[in-house]
């Protein structure tokens, strides 16, 4: 194990005991009502216990990002009155430090060169066996992926929504970085995140089964584990949440107040008529006021109505 060494991307005046959230969108798609809850939820925890709320761009998988998505999502933040501190941290200009990062592992022989396909793997059973491992591999010859080695796993955690989450399956030898080059989720998160500051994980419930692996990593980086509370995910029907995939119909900027309202009933908040608010800032005070982690559903999904997605007007 080693520690790489952090560098706070929030305030000067940020200290170990100051909460930092943050809302981490991909520029594929626009946002939608799921997308909405999960800024929602982590806006309200941070403002809540009067803390930073930062947004990262997610955009580390280049040929999956849209032109023009990342402002289009910051606008529709910005319309639901959704402002967050400090500048917008792109990942897409993060490579620089990444690279460093995994030259570090690969020099202290923490990481290593993998040739293994996806066509291999799938013959090994669908789990990398880590035989590249003692390989000494470059990627000069052609290119490699790197991996990480993680033992044992995947660690127990206290969720802030779902609560006490078991020990899960072994873990393997995770991709730190792609064989075409890109960065992978799992490491970018995790280096993101405490580069940030970032201590407090509000999202999606669909994001859960990675988490252990995240923690796992952080705790072979010995970098600070944040606290995770993972919502429901808003779905069309059960195991079809909304997403690009399944056509998620765009939020109306037009319809902000009434989004907001709905995504405040769908994290069970129970509001009072839209007609006691006369406007989208005294909502979101009303909805600080009233947040509470615990009143959160403990379900990993909730359906919504079918027209949330464009899929059924299309067929």
């Known amino acids: 194990m080693m520690t790489l060494a952090s560098s706070p991307g929030c305030s000067s005046t940020t200290t170990a005991t100051t909460y930092v959230g943050r809302f981490a969108p991909s520029p594929s798609g626009q946002l939608h009502f799921g997308s909405l809850v999960t800024a929602l939820a982590s806006y309200l925890d941070a403002r809540s216990k009067h803390g930073i709320w930062l947004v990262r761009m997610e955009d580390i998988d280049t040929p999956r990002c849209v032109k023009g ?7 529709t933040l910005e319309a639901h009155g959704l402002g967050w501190d400090g500048q917008v941290l792109y990942q897409s200009q ?11 592992l690969i020099d202290a022989d923490l990481a290593y060169h993998c040739q293994c396909t996806r066509k291999q793997i799938t013959a090994m059973g669908g789990r990398y066996n880590g035989q590249c491992r003692t390989k000494q591999l470059s990627n000069q010859a052609s290119p490699t992926a790197i991996r990480y080695p993680l033992s044992g796993n995947a660690p127990p955690f206290i969720d802030g929504v779902m609560g006490a989450i078991p020990q899960g399956d072994t873990l393997e030898d995770i991709v730190i ?17 405490d580069y940030q500051g970032v201590n407090h994980i509000v999202r999606g419930a669909d994001l859960l089964p990675v988490t252990g692996t995240q923690i796992a990593l952080y705790h072979h980086l010995k970098l600070a ?4 509370s993972h919502i429901p995910v808003a779905s069309i029907a059960p195991g079809r949440k909304l997403s690009k995939q399944n056509h998620a119909k765009p939020l109306d900027n037009n319809q902000a107040l009434e989004n907001i309202h709905r995504a405040m009933a769908f994290l069970s908040m129970s509001p009072p ?3 006691e608010y006369q406007g989208i800032e005294q909502l979101l005070e009303h909805a600080v006021s009233l947040w509470n982690m615990k009143n959160v559903p403990k379900t990993p999904e909730i359906i919504v109505d079918a027209q949330e997605s464009t899929y059924h007007s299309q067929r």
């Open 94 to 104: 993060q490579h620089e430090r990444y690279q460093q990062s995994i030259d570090k």
């Open 225 to 228: 584990v944040p606290q995770y």
């Open 177 to 193: 970085k792609r064989r075409d080059g890109l960065y992978s989720y799992n490491l970018v998160v995790v280096l993101d995140d």
């Open 273 to 275: 008529a839209l007609t």
């Open 69 to 75: 998505m990342d402002s289009a999502i910051l606008n």
